[in-house]
């Protein structure tokens, strides 16, 4: 869709009938996907082929849950952030509740959610394939949800008292303001999030958890077959085929998205360079894309501007029932989180004093290599992403390059380099960082990436006149803008690197395994042997520091971060 104001390309048939072919292969393939995981479920008949022509097919099925999961995201964490900066109240219980939910491992849901959801669909595959879409969503939609929730606490308030002056409030003004000035986090963050979902893909396509194997078609599951056959080639099949994957969907769809998004850049001067995509240029040279921005796209968006259109008016609900509704909401959640922490503590009581300590001192060996993990992490990716985030020109080349590399899931190395650790004799209690570092640098790089991007063009140019450089630039202009996205960037990969301890904390190669001593090696041992007692001991100690460290930490950041390097036009 093109910027308002914009030079109209001529239209070209053949794009037409490319964009028409494209949109009908599209549906044929999904409904062609879909129809698989709907089918009967038979656990002795999910067997996994290693055949490289099965991998197309199971490309897509991947594909789909992948997609599905990134919209329950994009859905959960316009919702999400928009309760809890419309409020103190909000605030204060949403946001740490979010700290909690972030350090929930992904095998902790898995725990839970397959049962449930497959107690929900008996007999059919149904079940597995919402409980892979879950867990694929809890490994995308907290990075979305912290990375947007800061970006709409940090809108200049001159934006906002315009806003109130033009008569915007409620959904309008977060739709026209709110969803409009986090468009590029949103966007960048997203997909950050669609490649650590790649992350877990393994984790959640082949669930080993209460003494249930499930395998799903995917390449996720693939890959872990290829892991316990130790089939090397088969293994390569699999990483070639994902970076076809990565690459066709980062030129398809997250190139056009990013171009498309720099018009809500807040700037008073256009910057030198743009991002541009050719998937977005032939969409403005098609008419069925003119088409449909005139009959659908540029109404909507009017009717968002100037106003709802005339209608009866609404009974509004008295201030007491909207306080007793509130209240008895607030109510059933109190019930709700009391019942389950009366049932954890319950199961609890089935472990001794040293089943109950020694986690604890897990999870402190845990919190250092996930503080070294992060550290060495953002030592390389703060000046890249600074890089490549002021250098659009470069960033053409490099956003590829950097998405294959994030979205490649890192846990595909682990077995070739355990097979190093031992040749070489070295210890996963120190290997594991590196493991760690894999999958969690990317956080920091894309929020980085974000941030220096969103760098307003006509403070660049002062910055020019003024000849600041070296140090002074970073001091003075850099490091201040992209400060709220970095603070983002942290939180998120420390929440990813204790997610990842999971699997870096435990990596095993035809049958020889490794493991280190920290929290994530614990709650996967527990998770393999349907300890439940051990498992939600191991959570609750996990989100315990996870939160520990926000509040301590990452929260005093984050006000700083809107109260001193907040954008003010």
Do not use: C
């Amino acid at each position: 869709m093109p910027a308002y104001g914009q030079v109209r390309k001529k239209t070209v048939w053949w794009v037409d009938a490319a964009l028409l072919a494209g949109v009908l292969g599209l549906l044929y393939g999904i409904v062609q996907v879909g129809k698989g995981m709907v089918e009967p479920y038979a656990p002795q008949s999910m067997t996994v082929s290693l055949d490289p022509s099965a991998l197309p097919y199971y490309a897509g099925r991947s594909l789909m849950r992948m997609f599905v999961a990134l919209g329950a995201s994009v859905v959960f964490t316009v919702l999400y952030a928009r309760l809890a900066s419309r409020s103190r109240l909000g605030e204060r219980i949403l946001i740490p509740l979010l700290d909690i939910l972030q350090s929930v491992p992904v095998l902790g849901f898995l725990s839970v959610t397959v049962v449930g959801f497959m107690a929900l669909f008996p007999g059919s595959l149904l079940g597995p394939e919402l409980a892979s879409i879950f867990a694929i969503f809890t490994g995308q939609v907290w990075n979305m949800t912290f990375g947007f929730y800061q970006s709409i606490t940090g809108v200049p308030k001159e934006l906002r008292e315009a806003s109130r002056l033009y008569g915007l409030g409620g959904v309008r003004r977060f739709f026209v303001l709110d969803l409009a000035y986090g468009a590029v986090p949103l966007v960048w963050n997203s997909m950050m999030s669609f490649g650590g979902g790649w992350f877990f893909l393994a984790v959640s396509e082949s669930i080993t958890v209460m003494h249930r194997d499930i395998r799903l078609p995917g390449i996720g599951s693939y890959m872990a077959a290829a892991m316990d056959a130790g089939d090397v080639r088969a293994l390569l099949y699999a990483m070639v085929t994902m970076v076809i994957v990565i690459i066709v969907v980062d030129q398809l769809f997250w190139r056009p998205l990013v171009a498309w998004a720099q018009r809500f850049k807040v700037e008073q001067t256009a910057g030198p360079d743009l991002p541009t995509s050719w998937m977005l240029t032939l969409l403005r040279r098609s008419h069925i894309a003119e088409w449909a921005r005139r009959v659908f796209f540029e109404p909507a968006w009017l009717w968002m501007i100037a106003g709802r259109p005339p209608r009866a008016p609404r009974m509004r609900m008295p201030s007491v029932a909207k306080k007793v509704v509130s209240a008895v909401i607030w109510a059933a959640v109190f019930v709700v989180a009391v019942y389950w922490i009366i049932r954890g503590g319950l199961m609890l009581r089935e472990l001794g004093w040293r089943e109950l300590f020694f986690p604890v001192l897990y999870g402190v060996l845990t919190l250092l290599r996930v503080a070294a993990a992060v550290l060495l992490g953002a030592l390389w990716t703060i000046p890249v992403g600074v890089w490549i985030g002021t250098h659009p020109k470069w960033s053409r080349v490099a956003q590829p390059v950097v998405l294959v590399a994030a979205s490649f899931p890192a846990n595909m190395f682990f077995p070739l380099i355990t097979a190093a650790f031992l040749s070489l004799h070295v210890s996963l209690e120190w290997g594991s960082v590196a493991l760690m570092m894999l999958g969690t640098q990317w956080y920091i790089l894309f929020n980085v990436i974000a941030g220096a991007s969103a760098i307003p063009g006509d403070l660049r140019e002062a910055s020019d006149l003024m000849r600041l450089g070296g140090w002074r630039r970073w001091r003075l202009l850099i490091l201040p803008v992209i400060f709220p996205s970095l603070v983002t960037g942290l939180v998120t990969a420390a929440g990813g690197a204790w997610n990842a301890s999971i699997v870096a904390e435990v990596v095993s190669w035809k049958g020889t395994q490794l493991a280190a001593t920290g929290l994530g090696a614990y709650i996967t041992r527990a998770t393999t042997n349907g300890d439940w007692p051990a498992i939600v001991w191991g959570i609750v100690v996990m989100a315990a520091f996870v939160v520990a460290v926000n509040r301590l930490l990452w929260r005093r950041l984050y006000r700083l971060a809107e109260n001193r390097y907040r954008l003010e036009v």
